[in-house]
């Protein structure tokens, strides 16, 4: 696990990590950080942000943007990257897509 990393979003990274994303910038978000909302940036091609949704859905990380950026550094773009975004409020209280298929399980 990267060293740095805001204690708000160090469990999203490592979710991430372990599902095979490729990250290389997060920010917990908030007053006096980068962002204003909880955000991981990582590397990939067009199909490796389908993929981190998908791990971010399947551990109940509940993203609310997903966005294939290109930063314009001195004029000229750079990236392109993706960014997936969570919610202010997110934290611990995320659901495993284990536990969902428990709950789904025990309502049939």
């Known amino acids: 696990m990267p060293k740095g990393l805001d204690a708000g979003i160090a469990e ?3 979710v991430l990590i372990e599902g095979g994303v490729e990250t290389f910038e997060s920010c917990e978000g908030g007053d006096g950080h980068a962002y204003p909302e909880p955000t991981v940036r990582f590397f990939g091609e067009r199909a490796a ?3 981190a949704l998908a791990v971010a859905l399947e551990n109940g990380l509940n993203p609310i943007h997903l966005r294939r950026v290109w930063p314009i550094v001195g004029g ?3 990236g ?3 960014e997936i975004v969570f919610p202010p409020t997110m934290g611990v209280s995320r659901v495993t897509a284990t536990e969902r298929r428990g ?3 025990a309502r049939t």
């Open 12 to 14: 999203t990274v490592r």
């Open 49 to 51: 942000g389908f993929r």
């Open 76 to 78: 000229e773009p750079t």
């Open 80 to 82: 392109p990257w993706w």
């Open 103 to 105: 709950e789904r399980n």
